[in-house]
């Protein structure tokens, strides 16, 4: 998947979009990986983890209640941009697109976790390769909306790995969860969110105030060109997360 984005990335460059419509497309990744990052809480690192059904169960559950909050906070951050006035609340359709492709993401995370908790390893990879696939091909089909098309591919294609890898996740009525279930797993899980959270909010958050910053204060032209660079950046590190973790 991240292969494929590597090869798209020029031609996008090339033939589809200029650099106000990457400019964009940065200020999406980078807010959008700030939530994504901590949209489940690591809930989905739990999900793999636990010995018991039950406890996987109520994890995930309790990964689902995480993201919805961190959804909604997303779409109230976007609107905090539009109110003050922000160069960043006119970027068109941000109000939509950062609060669909933050849940997308959680959702996509949280059911490749329960997959993986199965040993389904096939059906992880082939969900990733299909929403990745048609992803980078949307962006390609979406090229005449400008920067939302670039957001557009991309929040399609994470939806589509989430759905088929939803699809997939199959709970048997002994594994369904109960509060107290999701009580006690949230117990043995507040290591995730004490522990990774932090790390992965401050990589991230970093990364958010940068392309902040040169939104704010620089031509829309050179947020494109970082905004570019960025990409590619995001899809080599993308490579080299993936083989470790694999």
Not at 62 to 85: K, M, P
Not at 165 to 170: T, V
């Amino acid at each position: 998947v991240q292969g494929l984005a590597l090869l798209a990335l020029p031609l996008l460059q090339r033939w589809c979009y200029g650099p106000e419509d990457f400019a964009d497309f940065a200020l999406y990744s980078q807010w959008a990986g700030l939530f994504g990052a901590v949209a489940t809480v690591r809930m989905d690192l739990a999900v793999v983890k636990h010995d018991t059904p039950r406890l996987a169960s109520a994890a995930f559950a309790n990964g689902l209640r995480a993201l919805l909050a961190t959804v909604c906070i997303s779409f109230i951050v976007v609107l905090g941009f539009r109110w003050t006035g922000s160069a960043m609340g006119r970027v068109d359709g941000l109000w939509f697109w950062l609060p669909l492709g933050v849940a997308g993401l959680g959702i996509g995370n949280l059911s490749t976790a329960w997959l993986t908790r199965q040993e389904h390893f096939g059906l992880v990879a082939r969900a990733r390769a299909w929403g990745g696939a048609w992803g980078e091909g949307l962006r390609f089909a979406f090229s005449g909306l400008a920067g939302s098309g670039l957001i557009a591919g991309r929040v399609v294609g994470q939806w589509l790995t989430a759905g088929m890898a939803m699809r997939h996740c199959r709970q048997d009525k002994a594994e369904k969860s109960t509060r107290e279930d999701r009580m006690a797993a949230w117990r043995i899980d507040r290591d995730y969110v004490r522990y990774t959270t932090p790390a992965n909010l401050l990589a991230m958050g970093a990364n958010a105030l940068l392309v902040l910053f040169l939104f704010e204060s620089a031509p829309r032209d050179t947020v494109g060109q970082v905004g570019a660079a960025a990409a590619y950046l995001t899809v080599a590190f993308g490579l080299l997360i993936r083989g470790t973790n694999d």
